[in-house]
């Protein structure tokens, strides 16, 4: 029968061989069975392989026929199509159009009207345009995996954007558009309307953090650059650095951090040479002699017998009030400085001055350096939190 026919192979005889194949494929065991061929490929390669049927022309003649008996028989094959998934009636289900604007959008394998197989599903979200409440397709995207209309597995698909963050009521969150005059500006790899992958946020100041980003956040291997050349380098867990490198004020870091504080590392000069060693955030000087652990105080200043002195008591509506560290009767260290009125500083300090840190005079705010009392290295801040100028050197440039 074989011989028969593979001589048949002329169009006059083109009848008779799919008469003989529709035979063969109904006669076939599997064919017959419930759990029928998932596909026209598999039809295909089980009907040559189980009746020794040979050549091109016989297997074009078999799929032809397998994608017809298939197609008759109801089992469907896997094609490509568009879904959406919404309610009818409060039942939900696939549909081949959009019934409600906030259904989603399947893209991807369909068989028997449902999806089955790999796909990708563009969510959709609700907004305020002109005033009025409209939903959106906002080019999120699942990657996603169906059998018969259920879904198997999916995951969110990185894209490549850029994101705004700001906060609003009181919630710092990632925005699709902004003004990067006031919003830190983020380019780079997204995830569920977050930055995730490598990505690069510039601040509004100009400081810069590039690296690896997880869920939003400062994650993995990163640098962070302030706009005066001063950097952390490392590795970074929310947002926060626990080992590498820094260089601040011309003093170099290199170990660890634990809570933002140097844990087990070694500080240097700006030639290099040792200056601390700090073990479990003790610091200790190059010999491993532990250095005097500065106290934390409250302290109020003001006037008495003509005189300006910091006492242990005072009334912080009329004194100024120091909160931090103290040593050798002066701010040494991390603290805060507050004037009756409401201005403050605060940062760090070194023998009653501030070298590093924030400063809040009347509707201004600075962000930076001082050197001798003065402002050296920042920027200035309205109100509203622009940009008004910088200090560069000592000198305000604009």
């Known amino acids: ?26 006669s076939s065991p599997v064919f017959g069975q419930s759990s029928k061929y998932e596909s026209v490929n598999q039809c295909v390669l089980h009907t040559m392989k189980e009746n020794k049927l040979t050549g091109n022309y016989m297997f074009k003649m078999v799929k032809e026929e397998c994608e017809r008996s298939m197609g008759s028989g109801g089992s469907g094959d896997k094609k490509k199509g568009v879904l959406y998934l919404g309610r009818v009636n409060g039942k939900l289900g696939w549909y081949k159009n959009r019934i409600n604007k906030k259904d989603s959008k399947y893209v991807g394998e369909v068989k028997n009207g449902l999806p089955h197989g790999q796909g990708t599903i563009t969510s959709t979200y609700k907004s305020m345009i002109n005033g009025e409440l409209e939903v959106r397709e906002d080019g ?24 705004f963050q700001r906060k609003v ?18 380019v780079g790899e997204i995830e569920y309307r977050n930055p995730d992958g490598r990505g690069t946020v510039t601040l509004p100041d100009g400081t810069k953090l590039i690296g690896e980003w997880k869920s939003g956040e400062f994650d993995g291997q990163g640098i962070l650059t302030l706009t005066n050349g001063d950097y952390y380098e490392g590795k970074w867990s929310e947002g926060k650095i626990y080992e590498g490198t820094s260089f ?6 290199v170990g660890t951090w634990k809570q933002s504080r140097f844990w087990n590392g070694i500080l240097y000069d700006d030639e290099g040479n040792l200056l601390e060693k700090i073990v479990n955030g003790v610091v200790q000087n190059k010999l491993g002699v532990v250095i005097e652990k500065k106290e934390k105080v409250v302290m109020y200043q003001r006037k008495v017998n003509g005189e300006w002195g910091w006492y242990k008591s005072g009334n912080e509506k009329k004194d100024t009030k120091y909160v931090g560290e103290w040593k050798n009767g002066k701010k040494n260290g991390q603290g805060i400085t507050t004037f009756p009125d409401g201005d403050y500083y605060e940062g760090k300090w070194f023998e009653g001055k501030i070298y590093e840190g924030t400063s809040s005079i009347g509707v201004y705010k600075y962000i930076g350096t ?28 604009w």
Do not use: A
Request: net charge positive; glycine share 8%; no cysteine.
């Open 1 to 26: 029968m074989i011989k028969t026919l593979n001589k048949l192979f002329r169009k006059p005889m083109r009848h008779l061989l799919i008469i003989l194949i529709s035979i063969l494929l109904l």
């Open 248 to 253: 601040i004020n011309g003093e170099k870091y």
């Open 140 to 163: 999120l995207k699942h990657l996603v995996e169906y059998k018969n209309g259920k879904e198997i597995s999916h995951r969110f698909i990185k894209e490549k954007g850029v994101l």
């Open 370 to 397: 001082w050197k001798m009392n003065k402002e050296w290295n920042g920027t200035h801040y309205d109100k509203d939190g622009i940009i008004t100028g910088k200090t560069v050197n000592g000198v305000r440039e």
């Open 169 to 186: 009521n009181e919630e710092w969150e990632w925005y699709r558009s902004g003004d990067e005059r006031k919003d830190s500006k983020y």
